[in-house]
Nanobody, 128 residues
């Protein structure tokens, strides 16, 4: 099995920044994508951002577009989420996930069911 380990969560003030990291124990697939999802208390886990490994194509939910940036380090099998201009509504547990790139569409890569591997989650809390 592939192990995903997240780090970088914490407590920040509104308007601040955080950089999340997710390291995979090994390459998940020959052709794959990695993503960040988030889940607030009492809410469904929702898509935040994704990136394909070969082409580096990125996908963002409207709620984070323009504020969050997803990137990758191919050599280290690591994905990052740079979060800026954080808002209290960004408060959630953030999860890293990996999936085969069956499609390069937003509709496909934003679905939870696509992802076979998940990290343990890291808490992000944004205060007012």
């Amino acid at each position: 099995q592939v192990q995903l380990v997240e780090s970088g969560g914490g407590l920040v003030q509104a308007g601040g920044s955080l950089r999340l990291s997710c390291a995979a124990s090994r390459r998940p697939y020959s052709d794959y994508a990695m993503a960040w999802f988030r889940q607030a208390p009492g809410k469904e886990r929702e898509f935040a951002a994704a990136i394909t490994w070969s082409g580096g194509m990125t996908y963002y939910a409207d709620a984070v577009k323009g504020r969050f940036t997803i990137s990758r380090d191919n050599a280290e099998n690591t994905v990052y989420l740079q979060m800026t201009s954080l808002k209290p509504e960004d408060t959630a547990v953030y999860y890293c996930a990996a999936a085969r790139t069956g499609s390069r569409s937003y509709d496909y890569l934003s679905r939870r069911g696509v992802y076979a591997y998940w990290g343990q989650g890291t808490q992000v809390t944004v205060s007012s």
